[in-house]
C-alpha cells in the first residue's frame, strides 16, 4: 500500500481510537518513522503530522511536544524513532523534564523537533552499542525518553525499537535465538542504564517495537512450511487469528528473563505481526499489485514469520503503584489498534489508564541510602495518565521519611 493511503486509514483507526477513549494525555510512540525506505519516505511524515494537527478529536489537545529523530544522514545516531505527546486543555500542571538542566519546566503550547534533534534538551536518545547489532551492521534501533510531571505524579515515557528476526532458519535453530538473545542484551543495556545514570529513578512506561517472538523451535512442530522468509500453516489464519489462538501464547517466553524488572498487564489480543500490508494481497500471502481495499484486509497474517507479540506496553513494577486499577467508571484496557484495518504489518498496541494524582516519585534507586522522602496516595484514584482523563476529587497522602526498611508517618495532609 502507498504511504499517503496507509497514513490515511492508521490516522483514522487511531483517532477513532482517541475518540473512544477520551484520554486527557495522549503518548504516541511510533518506530520507523518515514518507513523502511525513509531516504524517500519522509516527506510522508510531516503530511502524517499535519493529519493529526487538524483533527477534529485532537482539536482541544493545547499542549504539544513531538520528537522525530528524521536525520538520516547521521548514520552513528540516527534511530527513526518518533515520539509524539498531546495534553488536553482541561490538564493545568503538566511538567517537562530538562536532561541538560536537570529541572522541570513547563509545557505551554506546542513545540515539534525534527530533523537532527541531538540538542534538544527535553528528550534523552541513544542508539544501541554498535556490537549489539547482528552482524555488527547499524540499523535503526535505539530508545527515546521523556520525563513528565503529571498533577505532581512523576513518571518516564520510553520509546524503544529492538532487533528483528532475519532467518526463520537461525530463529528454530535453539531457544532463545541468537536474535533474542541481542534483544535482551539490548534491554537490559536499556534497563541498566536507567538505573544507574544521573538522573534519580522513577517509575517508567516502555513501549514501542520490542520485536519479541515466539519460540520458533517450539511452534514450528504444527507448521508445515518453513523457509528463510516463510511460515506457513495449512489453515494459516484460523490457526493463529481465530479463537483457538491464544495456545501461541504459551510460546511468548522474551519477557520471561525480565520478570522481576519488568511488569506487563495481561494480553489478550492475537499477535501484533506480521499482518498483510496491501489491502488486496492474495490468500497466499503475496501482493496482489494494486491498493484496492478487499474485505478482511488487516486481519491476515503474512507468511512470513510466526505471528508474535512484537509490540507490547511494559513498566517498571514500581508503576503499578501510580495506576489506578479499580476504576470501575474508568477501567483499564490493554489492546490493539485498527482490530479490523490495514495498520501495515504491525498493528499498534496501546494501553489506557487513569493515573494517580500527586503521587510523587514513588521508587528510589537501588542501592542508595536514607533518608528519602515518598509520597503515599492510598486508593484515590483521581488522574489519570496516558489515556485517560481528570477527576476533581478529594486525597488524602501521607508523607514518611525511610530509614532502612521501616517508614516513619511524619504528618497527614489533606487537599482538596
Not at 531516504?39 to 511536544?65: C, G, I, Y
Not at 552513528?76 to 541538560?100: C, M, P, R
Not at 519488568?262 to 499482518?275: D, G, N, T, W
Not at 478529594?394 to 516513619?408: A, E, F, G, L
Amino acid at each position: 500500500m502507498q504511504p499517503s493511503v496507509m497514513l490515511k486509514v492508521w490516522t483514522k483507526e487511531f483517532l477513532g481510537t482517541v475518540a473512544r477513549l477520551d484520554p486527557k494525555f495522549v503518548a504516541l510512540h511510533c518506530q520507523e518513522v518515514g518507513g523502511k525506505n525513509y531516504e524517500r519516505s519522509m516527506k510522508h511524515v510531516e503530511h502524517f503530522v499535519r493529519l493529526l494537527m487538524a483533527s477534529e478529536e485532537l482539536r482541544l489537545f493545547d499542549k504539544v511536544r513531538v520528537y522525530l529523530d528524521e536525520d538520516f544522514s547521521s548514520v552513528e545516531k540516527f534511530t527513526a524513532l518518533g515520539n509524539f505527546y498531546f495534553i488536553h486543555e482541561s490538564v493545568n500542571d503538566i511538567l517537562i523534564w530538562d536532561f541538560q538542566a536537570s529541572n522541570f519546566v513547563p509545557v505551554l503550547g506546542k513545540e515539534f523537533h525534527s530533523g537532527n534533534i541531538e540538542d534538544v534538551p527535553t528528550k534523552e536518545k541513544a542508539k544501541f552499542p554498535q556490537e549489539f547489532f547482528p552482524e555488527l551492521k547499524w540499523s535503526r534501533k535505539g530508545f527515546l525518553r521523556t520525563r513528565w510531571s503529571l498533577n505532581g505524579t512523576v513518571y518516564d515515557l520510553v520509546n524503544i525499537h529492538l532487533f528483528h528476526d532475519a532467518s526463520n532458519f537461525v530463529a528454530m535453530e535453539s531457544f532463545p535465538s541468537v536474535y533474542s538473545k541481542n534483544r535482551r542484551r539490548a534491554l537490559e543495556y536499556t534497563l541498566e542504564r536507567f538505573q544507574n545514570d544521573k538522573y534519580e529513578s522513577v517509575p517508567f512506561f516502555l513501549f514501542g517495537d520490542f520485536n519479541f517472538r515466539t519460540d520458533t523451535q517450539g511452534v514450528v512442530k504444527v507448521v508445515l512450511s518453513l523457509g528463510k522468509k516463510e511460515f506457513r500453516h495449512s489453515n494459516h489464519q484460523d490457526v493463529f487469528v481465530g479463537a483457538d489462538s491464544q495456545w501461541l501464547k504459551g510460546f511468548d517466553l522474551e519477557l520471561e528473563p525480565f520478570k522481576a524488572s519488568i511488569f506487563e498487564f495481561p494480553v489478550s489480543f492475537p499477535p501484533s505481526y506480521p499482518f498483510e500490508e496491501e489491502q488486496n494481497a492474495k490468500e497466499d500471502g503475496t501482493n496482489g499489485g494494486t491498493n484496492d481495499v478487499e474485505a478482511g484486509a488487516g486481519t491476515r497474517y503474512m507468511h512470513t514469520r510466526c505471528p508474535s507479540w512484537c509490540d507490547r506496553v511494559l513498566m517498571s513494577p514500581i508503576a503499578k503503584s501510580i495506576i489506578c486499577q479499580a476504576s470501575d467508571d474508568y477501567p483499564l484496557e490493554y489492546g490493539v489498534i485498527g482490530k479490523n484495518a490495514c495498520m501495515g504489518d504491525h498493528k499498534p498496541v496501546f494501553l489506557r489508564f487513569r493515573m494517580l494524582m500527586g503521587a510523587g516519585v514513588p521508587a528510589f534507586r537501588s542501592g542508595s541510602k536514607g533518608p528519602y522522602i515518598t509520597i503515599d496516595a492510598k486508593k484515590s484514584c483521581p488522574v489519570n495518565s496516558s489515556r485517560g482523563d481528570i477527576v476533581s476529587n478529594t486525597i488524602t497522602r501521607y508523607i514518611h521519611i525511610k530509614h532502612s526498611d521501616s517508614p516513619v508517618r511524619i504528618f497527614k495532609e489533606t487537599t482538596v
